[in-house]
Structure formats: C-alpha cells, structure tokens
C-alpha cells in the first residue's frame, strides 16, 4: 500500500470546517475511501453522528476528549490510527480537529514510527470565522497557531460582514505570510484531496503514475539561529524535499516565516513568536534522524 494522503481541518467553534467536511465528503465519497478523524474535546461527538446520517459511505474514527492533542495519550491515538489504516485501507484521511487543537501535533503523529511508512501530511487547512475572529479571547493564542501552520486559509462567512476582509487578510498575512487565502459563503471552496505539492509530480493525470512513498516529519526547536546558518540549511535539504515549511526564531531576536518548494527557499519576516521553532518537511528522499542530527548541529 502506498502513502497515504492525510488532510487537516481546523477551525474555532462555529468556523465551519464541519461544512466543509459534508462538502468534501459529498464530492468524493462515491468514487474514493475517505476515512475520517473527529476528534473533540466534548464526550459525546454530534457531528459524527451527523455525518452518518448524511447517507454517504464514509469510515469514521472518532477521538474522544481531544486525546489526539494530549502527550499522555497520543501512544494510544497512534495505534488506534494506525489499526484504522490498516483495516480500512482509505485512499485519503481528513481529521477535523478541535478548535483548541494544536495541528503540529498531528503532523508529529503523522510522522511517528510505521505509521510515518503509510500516511504523510498532504495539506493543513483553517477556517476562519469572518464575523467572529476577533471575539476568541482567551483562545486567540490557539487560534493563532492554527493559522500559522495552515497551507490554506479559509475565510467563511464573508456574506454576514459588511466592511469586506481587507482587515482580516492583512491581521492573516502578519500571522502567516505564505498562507493561500480564500474567501467563501457556507465554506464553498475547491479542496483537491491529494495536496497541493505532490500534485506537482502527477501533472495531468494522478492515476495515470503510482504515488510514491512520500513521508512528512516534524521538527520542534527553542535553538536561535544566525539567517545565514538557516538559509544554509535549507539550501542543503530542500532539493531533497517536495515541501519545507514552518517558522523559525533567529538569533537576532526576529523570527521569520520559511517557505521551501522544491529546491526553492523563501524567509519572510514576521512578528516575533512566543513559542518554540517549528518546520515540516514532506519528502521522498531523507529520514526524520537524518533532517533532526542536521538541524541540531546548526548554531
């Protein structure tokens, strides 16, 4: 079985990200196995008894109490993911997440042990509540978060506001910079299971090629590094990549946002992070111990 494909949906309670869920579910499920994660802090999961209801063929793993996101009982989230690979043997994975989610969490999942050898993180997607961003409190730390580690964001809701997004995208664009932005009504928005880098490598027919053994890591770091030691780094690993990208605190006491494309390396400035550095790679080509036994020799 080849690498699987696994998609984020993340959004604050109301966002939409469950409409766009239905939506995908709606377009796909008839002719690819989805299978779906809900996980929530709630103990009862409502939406996932909605989406049974929807009369579409779905495969379901429900993860109660957020367990997902919680170190003591991520060992349990993984083994039970990857039973559900295993049996069910879906073409694509979306996980909805819980607005309190923290997505580089997944991402670290996805990149565990086995589990690492059959799915890689395709895309992270956030939904943005556009009437009421702004009213998080106390979550606005989460929430922020989110959106910077997002591929896509989501801006919904854009019929029930009559000032227009000029603001929202600019308060989105200093929070992440490489973000693609999109603007809907009911979250009606084109979402392409497969991800965008690794549509690259199909061109016009993804059935027409084997996918490859792609695989996503995660890399976690408080090290402070001169720009020149980064971007000597990225230059180093990124032709070996498909995707690098993520945040990272310099020595000068400014971070910066990365942005690595196939041998194409990117760093735009951004608002200092209170918060540890954080990149992803997806790649064909090197190990997680290969990329973390680099980075950690930096200075």
């Known amino acids: 079985m080849q690498n699987i494909p696994f998609h984020i949906i993340s959004g604050f309670l109301g966002s939409g990200k469950t409409t ?35 009369g579409k063929s779905i495969h379901l793993l429900e993860i109660k109490n957020g367990s997902v996101f919680c170190v003591c009982l991520m060992g349990s989230f993984v083994r039970s993911l990857e039973k559900f690979v295993d049996e069910v043997q879906p073409e694509a994975i979306i996980i909805e997440s819980s607005g309190l989610s923290d997505t580089t969490s997944v991402a670290e999942v996805v990149s565990s042990g086995t589990l690492s050898e059959k799915i890689f993180l395709a895309s992270n997607w956030c939904i943005v509540d556009a009437v009421n961003f702004s009213k998080v409190g106390l979550q606005k730390q989460r929430v922020v978060h989110q959106l910077r580690m997002a591929d896509v964001v989501v801006i919904n809701k854009t019929d029930l506001i009559k000032n227009g997004t000029d603001e929202l995208k600019t308060e989105i664009r200093s929070i992440n910079p490489f973000a693609e932005i999109k603007e809907a009504s009911f979250c009606n928005v084109d979402f392409q299971l497969g991800g965008a880098a690794t549509d690259k490598l199909y061109f016009s027919d993804q059935k027409a090629l084997p996918r490859p053994d792609i695989s996503s890591m995660v890399i976690k770091s408080n090290k402070k590094l001169s ?35 196939f041998g194409s390396v990117e760093l735009k400035y951004i608002e200092n992070l209170s918060q540890p550095g954080e990149l992803i790679a997806l790649t064909t080509a090197f190990s997680l111990h290969e990329w973390s036994k680099a980075f950690k020799k930096l200075k």
Do not use: M
């Not at 239905?22 to 409502?46: C, L, M, R, V």
């Not at 030691?229 to 990272?248: D, H, M, Q, T, Y």
């Open 20 to 54: 766009l869920l239905k939506k995908i579910i709606e377009k796909y499920s008839d002719n690819t196995k989805i299978g779906i994660i809900q996980n929530e802090f709630a103990p009862a999961n409502i939406d996932g008894a909605g989406l049974r209801k929807d």
């Open 227 to 261: 720009e020149q030691a980064l971007l000597s780094f990225l230059n180093e690993w990124s032709p070996k990549a498909l995707r690098i990208k993520g945040f990272v605190n310099l020595s000068n006491r400014k971070s910066v946002a990365v942005q690595c494309t």
